[in-house]
């Protein structure tokens, strides 16, 4: 039972940092409208923080619970961990000091200190004061016994000022289907109709790089104008002629030599004496282009045939340079020219095409198609690059 036990809790632990990544772009989308300026910081003054000119001016913990009918007593230790982290943060008689927002999953039921906490009109902080000192003086658990006693301590003004800077968001969405939700309901003006969750998919996508760039501190903070930004650029790739790049750099996860290295479209390549910079190059184009046009056709972006009518323009493109090339090679051109003639015939064909599908333009997409009509031997670059497919193919390599 034990090993099951501990899946579980660190299951639910990665699920609650997961959660913790992912509540703040729905927050900001939400604000945005209001506080263009507002800008959040993750994991730098507390879970989350909302911060000006520098300064934090409200700290959020932020609790996931698997169960979403878990509720939020005066003694849990939810309640009391959140306090002891406001308590280190700074001097908790400060009335200046930063609103203290906990935002969780668990509901409060009435009658709860946190209840009284909730924003609105129903707001009763000194009502609340009263029933954490009283759960404070009445718990008996160890595990939370050191920081009520420094909750008890506290002298009576400061302790009402703590407690009156103390907000709870209870009953937020859970990770997953809910969160989703939310941040389509956010989203709901500049959803793209019938791509609603390719749109989704992408703005997850980028909102995760900028929480790793966040916990690395290679930024300092992201601002809701930040995130508007993102989402009309991303807008705008479903609109009119454009699509979307649904496959970066940085989504590559697969050993792309080991994959690729053997592929007919490298030795094509490297019969033309390509760098092994410029093979690696190639394999990840390869990739890309191979993989964004298969989900282009899943997500209904791009039909088949538009994909077929690209590649046979592509083809029709390579076959006049490629006339265009054997009409200059002197007769007995040696195979280092051959290789530089094969090297200038690649430019021609992949840096100064005319092609493109509908109005895009990523280079990637047009080399890594290329090299798919390479893979199957429908272009080449050296001149002789038929007779040594035909070799290759027959289990030799020319």
């Not at 809910?178 to 956010?186: H, K």
């Amino acid at each position: 039972m034990t090993p099951a036990r501990s899946a579980h809790d660190a299951a639910s632990s990665a699920l609650g940092y997961f959660y913790q990544s992912q509540w703040p772009l729905v927050e900001l989308l939400l604000r945005g409208a209001d506080q263009p300026d507002a800008a959040i910081t993750v994991e730098l003054y507390d879970d989350v923080a909302w911060e000006e000119d520098g300064t934090p001016t409200e700290l959020l913990q932020v609790k996931h619970h698997l169960n979403s009918t878990r509720s939020l007593g005066d003694k849990d230790d939810d309640i009391w961990r959140t306090i002891r982290s406001w308590l280190d943060a700074g001097p908790p008689g400060n009335g200046s000091g930063p609103i203290l927002t906990l935002v969780t999953t668990a509901t409060a039921p009435d009658g709860t200190a946190a209840a009284a906490l909730r924003p609105g009109p129903a707001r009763e902080p000194d009502v609340a004061r009263q029933r954490l000192e009283a759960a404070a003086n009445e718990s008996n658990a160890e595990a939370t016994n050191d920081i009520r006693k420094r909750f008890l301590a506290l002298p009576d003004p400061d302790r009402a000022v703590f407690v009156g800077r103390i907000h709870v968001l209870d009953a937020e969405p859970t990770i997953g289907d809910e969160l989703d939700a939310r941040l389509r309901r956010a989203l709901y003006m500049v959803l793209p109709k019938d791509h609603e969750t390719t749109f989704v998919d992408q703005l997850w996508g980028w909102w995760h790089r900028i929480i790793v760039g966040l916990l690395r501190r290679v930024r300092g903070n992201i601002t809701a104008l930040d995130v508007k930004a993102h989402v009309d650029a991303l807008r705008n790739e479903f609109a009119g002629d454009n699509l979307p790049t649904l496959v970066r750099l940085d989504d590559i996860d697969i050993d792309i030599e080991a994959t690729y290295g053997s592929r007919p479209f490298v030795e094509q390549l490297r019969w033309i004496a390509f760098t092994a910079v410029l093979l690696q190059k190639a394999m990840i184009d390869y990739y890309r282009a191979y993989t964004q046009s298969a989900r282009w056709v899943e997500d209904n972006l791009v039909g088949l045939d538009e994909l077929a009518d690209f590649e046979a323009k592509l083809k029709d493109e390579w076959e006049r340079q490629f006339e265009f090339m054997k009409m200059k090679l002197p007769d007995g051109a040696d195979e280092q020219a051959l290789q530089q003639a094969g090297q200038e015939l690649f430019r021609l064909v992949t840096e100064k095409s005319s092609v493109q599908l509908r109005a895009y333009n990523e280079p990637f997409f047009t080399n890594g198609r290329l090299h798919a009509l390479a893979d199957y031997g429908h272009v080449g670059w050296h001149r002789d690059f038929e007779a040594r497919l035909e070799t290759l193919l027959l289990g030799g390599i020319a």
